[in-house]
């Protein structure tokens, strides 16, 4: 997306991880122009009013080098850390390459045989690998990472990833209320902060587990080697038209069913025909938008619209003139610095500071200091910028949907963006 000359922006999605291996290496993504740039180091923490930092990586030994600074203890435990996580992942990941259980089948035999198959896939974990899941699927961040460290920066930096992109405090257990609107309050099952964090270390790149990556020319360069890998296997794609002399996007206004089986979509007056279709949308659009309500089980549309959306992020994206320079690292000389690769966390020193954050979320009212993590694509591809300059990406929380005080107004949406500072 381009909204400010010069400059190139991935308007939402900006790192590279959960898309599947098997996908990769099976549509050839590579061959049809997919490149992107591993991140090493990858994390990065400055205290506020100190001149302390903490940065992470893919070394062990020197990741163990900056925990040591502040705590001794926590890095010898932290390698302990990633190989009990590690065997989590290790078995859990596998299951994203397969189909899920169907407890609808017909047929008894086939359920036992699919659970079968998948208790072989997680049977490695053993019952200290399943308790340590457990433990990770119920418990508050907050109370896995005091069980693992002891240091508040370790702790927070490891934990955010527990509670980003949903309203959660690292303090919740599981379920809590989200005052979306205080003046109606509703009460909301919210996904724990121990999977959020699971789900965060599940991806990888080039068989580096946990690892995440800037794809050269932009997010956007994802779509396009799909579609490269697409078109070279036979599809044809319609994403745009003319229509009375305009160049215009076309959208599917309806998903096709006959018989309770689909049989395509319909783009405006045109329908494409197909025994199988694709949503690349929420469940939501897929199925209660795009589908007639006739076409599907009530109990199943139930199922949908009970579906939770709401989410405490805000997405920046900054066009700047020269490398944010911090007190605890300076900048020196032209070139950009390891820190300069990784996500920068903010406003994360410690867990109080996400709480506090999530206090004012629940309110209704943005967070006083939001939390940030900002990421700078163009230290690494130059193509996203003409010239000098570079693309600055901030993904913060926690902003309601609907504030306390009244709508978003553009005069707001500016204010916010000038906080967290």
Not at 33 to 42: A, D, F, V, W
Not at 195 to 216: K, N, R, T
Not at 323 to 334: D, I, Q
Not at 350 to 373: F, H, L, W
């Amino acid at each position: 997306m381009n909204f400010t000359e010069g400059f190139r922006f991935s308007r939402a999605s900006y790192l590279l991880s959960l898309l599947r291996p098997v996908i990769i290496e099976e549509l050839k993504l590579k061959e049809h122009g997919l490149r992107y740039h591993i991140r090493n180091p990858n994390s990065f923490t400055p205290i506020r009013s100190s001149k302390e930092s903490l940065l992470l990586g893919l070394d062990m030994k020197k990741n163990q080098e900056e925990i040591g600074k502040f705590s001794k203890a926590d890095a010898e435990n932290y390698p302990k850390y990633e190989h009990a996580m590690g065997r989590i992942v290790n078995c859990l990941e596998k299951l994203m390459d397969v189909a899920p259980l169907d407890v609808n089948h017909p047929s008894t035999i086939e359920r036992l045989k699919r659970l079968m198959e998948l208790y072989k896939i997680v049977s490695p974990l053993g019952l200290k690998g399943a308790l340590d899941l457990y433990e990770l699927m119920t418990a508050p961040i907050s109370k896995v990472m005091d069980k693992w460290f002891e240091s508040d920066v370790l702790k927070a930096t490891l934990g955010t990833d527990g509670v980003i992109g949903f309203g959660a405090s690292p303090y919740d257990a599981g379920t809590g209320e989200i005052d979306e609107k205080p003046q109606k309050r509703q009460r909301s099952k919210i996904i724990n902060s121990s999977y959020v964090l699971l789900h965060h270390v599940l991806g990888g790149l080039d068989g580096q587990s946990g690892a995440w990556g800037y794809v050269y020319g932009g997010m956007g360069a994802v779509s396009q080697a799909i579609a490269s890998a697409a078109r070279a296997a036979g599809a044809e794609l319609v994403t745009e038209t003319w229509i009375h002399l305009f160049h215009v996007f076309q959208n599917v206004d309806e998903i096709l069913t006959d018989g309770g089986a689909v049989r395509g979509v319909r783009v405006g007056a045109t329908e494409y025909h197909a025994p199988i279709v694709l949503a690349g949308t929420t469940p939501k659009v897929a199925f209660l938008d795009l589908m007639k309500k006739d076409s599907l089980p009530a109990a199943f549309r139930q199922s949908i619209k009970a579906i939770d959306y709401t989410s405490p992020v805000t997405k920046i994206n900054v066009a700047v003139k020269e490398l944010p320079n911090f007190v605890c690292r300076p900048f020196t000389g032209s070139e950009p610095m390891p820190h300069h690769h990784t996500t920068v966390h903010m406003n994360c020193e410690n867990m109080q500071v996400v709480d506090d954050a999530t206090r004012d979320y629940r309110a209704g009212m943005p967070s006083k200091r939001p939390i940030i993590e900002m990421t700078i694509p163009s230290v690494v591809d130059r193509s996203i910028v003409d010239g000098d300059g570079h693309v600055v990406l901030l993904f913060t929380q926690y902003t309601p949907f609907h504030r306390a005080d009244g709508e978003w107004t553009e005069e707001r949406k500016h204010e916010y963006a000038k906080t967290g500072k």
